[in-house]
Structures are given as structure tokens and as C-alpha cells.
């Protein structure tokens, strides 16, 4: 009898995911065996990490922007069509449109969305780069600037933990280049004691902050914008003036996922090896909706879903697990317009930060293209 | 009804235990606990520091095998 898996969410990771199974399920989908259905929000495929270029003219719009059709393989049954209910006792999904999808095996790749609404006065006070309507403000607010205090506030929790660091050198360099660097204060807030939760990006962060100028308070949860005012207060009694506020706002996980009793603010509970869904063997959960504690990056997910893959293929064809996700998760980091560094770790061996080098920003540039093979399946 | 939620935060690097307390704190409701384990014994400090720096209550820690148990009640 004809297997189907079923991939709930279209983004980074449930596209690896698919067109992963795709490569290894070859056989049993030509012969009818298996298969695969992905529900996803929109019929374009969006590069998130290039959001950061957007505001600084470093990166077009449509270099962001593939038709999912073209990403994904043609033996996938695609559908935009976002799940609305996820019934794990009868085993389907519901969608917004009033179709239902049953599944043997389910992938849990909703992603998490920016809540700016969730904090009083952000959403009419702040610019932000995590979304394409919020980068391409934020590129107007910086070309328009002229001088004064810019606040970058870093919340809890956020996805691509060190771009916000990368935001802030790269601004730097932004305002340098504009000529008007010495007109401006630049203040990093974060929201517990060190400069960046990786201890080693913290230490190395610390002295180059302190040799640009760029300022920071640490122990910064925000509790309230002031739009009209233009302060930003946080929970730990602060208070800061600004005239330019970038914030990285709080994440939650899609809505799909706590309106259908799967976990609280979007994430599902997962188990840290396998990402079967704690209390499933049939649904696996990828990417930025495991309640796993680590980072909620690219990366991450990009790691996750090849151990799914393996994983999935191998209880299909052979009946036996494959292996086990071990954390792992690499980032690049933009040390301004011309170096970069990266940072690798997993659930065993502690983070570092190579040292900057252009080779590493060639490399990243380079990465923003081979991007579109990782979603194919094919690096 | 308060419910209390644990968050195994052991040998997590990033986002790390406090972030983690962060983002579990943002989703309770007043009254509710949250236990977060960590492998890292400044999160002993760390945590209860922090919690007192916002008006949360510090319930207590404790020492297990290899790592720490702090427990926070969610106070506002």
C-alpha cells in the first residue's frame, strides 16, 4: 500500500526535506510506493538570510526570490494551501482552504515568524530586516538618515542569532561610508549578560565594538516603545532615547502548530536526536519549529533535514533507522562589507570563531548563490 | 490552574539556558513556574540575578548529577 508523506511548511527546511526524500525515494516513486505532499504559504521561495544585504543596497530584491515550482522536485505535489489544523489522532491536515491531507508520516516544518505586535509601541516605532516589507523600510530610514542615536535591540527569541551582530558592523561601515559616522551613536542592547548568547562570539564581539565605537547595554529585555517620545524602555528599568531603532523582534512559531495543541508558542516538543515529535514515531519535526535549545538558523535546519532524510528513506525502504542528529549547526558571520568569520558547534564540542578574514566574506557571498543547490538538495 | 514547565537547556551553547528562561517566561502565565536545567554553573548565578533585575521570584536551585535545576516563578 502506497506510503504518503506529508511536509507541512515550504520554506528552507521543508524543501531540503523534500527534495532530499526525492533523491532516495527515486524507486518507490516511480512504482507508486511513496508519496510525498508539501502544503506551503506562498508560490515563491525566499532566500532569508539576503534580507540583511536589502538594506544596505547589497543585495536586490529579486536575487531573493525563486518560483517554488523551479525549487522543488516535479515529482512533489505541491500545494499553496497553509495548513490550518493538524489532527495527530486521525492523522491529517487541514487547510485553510477546506482540504484535508491524510498522512503515514508527517514533517513539521512551519517555521517562525517575526511578533513585533507582541511588544506595545514596536510595531509603530521600529524598523527591522527579518522580513522583505521591513528590510526594504529600513533601507528608506538609513538612505533618509542624517545623524543621531540608532538603538539596535536584540529579543528573545530570535532566529539567525548572529545576525544582528552582523547588522551592527555592517552599519557601521554603512555610516562611514555615508560620511556621516561621527554624527552617529550606535548602542547594541541584548537581552542577557554578554554581547551574543555564544560565549566565544561575546568575547570576540566585545573588543571589536569597543575599538568602532559602537556602544552596548547588556541585560536589555524590551517591555515598551515609545513612538512619540521616541524612548525604548526595558524590563530591567532602562531607558533609551533613540532617533533610529532597528530591532530584531520576538519570534514565535506559526500559529498552526499552538492552535492545534502541538506546543506552546508555535514550537513542538522534539526529541534532540531523532526529531521525531516527543510521543510520535510517525511525525518528525525540522528547522525553527522544534522547541530544541539550539539556535534557530539556516543551518540548523539545513543539518536537521539531512538527518531526516536519512532517516525517513531508510524506515521506508528498509524498515531501520539510519542515525541520529548530533546539533550540529554552522553560521557565517559578516565582520563588515569586505571580512567575515564563521562559527561551527554542536551538542559536544563548544563553539569558536575563526578569525575574520575576505576569504570568509568571499565565501559567504559565494554561499548567498550556492544557497539555491542546498534547497534542491544538491550541497 | 499555575503550571510549571521544564526546559533542558543541558549542554545547549545557543541560545543557552537564561535565553531560553527568557523565551519560556514570555509564553507563561503569572504564577506559573519554569525549571530550566543547564549544564553551565553560572546559570546558578546568572539566573537568579537576572530574574531579581525584572520581578520575577527566584523559587531555588539545586545541585543533580552533573548539572543544576533552577526553578522561577513567573511574578508579573
Known sequence: MSKTILIVGGGLAGTIVANGLCRQLGA???????????????????????????PFGRMREHELFREQSRVLDRRIHYYVDPAKNVDVEKKQVSTESGRTFKYDYLVLA?????????IPGMQ????????????????????????????????????????PVEFTLMLHEFLEGKGIRDKCEITYTYPIGRLHSLEPVAHWAGPVFEKLGIKSEIFFNTESVDPIGKTIT??????????????????EGAAVISESGLGKGGWVPTNTKTLHREGSDDIFVVGDTTNIPISKAGST?????????????????????????????????????????????????????APPSQMLHWFKLAYNRLYWLSARGLL | MAERQ????????CPGPLMELIAALKLASVGDEVEVLSSDKGSVNDIPAWVAKVGHQFVGSTELDGYWSVVVKKAK
Not at chain 2, 521544564?6 to 551553547?13: L, M, P
Request: glycine fraction near 8%; charged fraction near 15%.
Open chain 1, 234 to 251: 526595558s524590563m530591567e528599568g532602562s531607558v533609551m532615547p533613540f532617533d533610529l531603532l532597528v530591532t530584531i523582534p520576538p519570534h
Open chain 1, 110 to 118: 512551519t517555521g517562525s515568524r517575526i511578533m513585533p505586535q507582541s
Open chain 1, 301 to 353: 535546519a539545513h543539518f536537521e533535514a539531512d538527518v531526516l532524510i536519512d532517516n525517513l528513506a531508510s524506515l521506508v525502504q528498509e524498515g531501520r533507522w539510519a542515525r541520529e542528529y548530533d546539533g550540529k549547526a554552522f553560521c557565517f558571520i559578516e565582520t563588515g562589507f569586505s571580512t567575515g568569520t564563521y562559527v561551527w558547534f554542536n551538542y559536544q564540542t563548544p563553539p569558536t570563531v
Open chain 1, 28 to 54: 518507490q516513486l516511480r512504482s507508486g510506493a511513496v508519496s510525498i505532499t508539501m502544503l506551503g504559504a506562498s508560490d515563491t521561495h525566499m532566500y532569508q538570510p539576503g534580507l540583511l544585504y536589502v
Open chain 2, 6 to 13: 521544564t526546559v533542558d537547556a543541558r549542554g545547549a551553547f
Open chain 1, 124 to 163: 509603530e516605532a521600529a524598523h527591522w530586516f527579518y522580513d522583505l516589507e521591513g528590510a526594504r523600510k529600513l533601507r528608506d530610514a538609513l538612505n533618509n538618515f542624517q545623524g543621531g542615536k540608532i538603538v539596535v535591540n536584540i529579543n528573545a527569541p530570535h532566529k539567525c542569532p548572529v545576525a
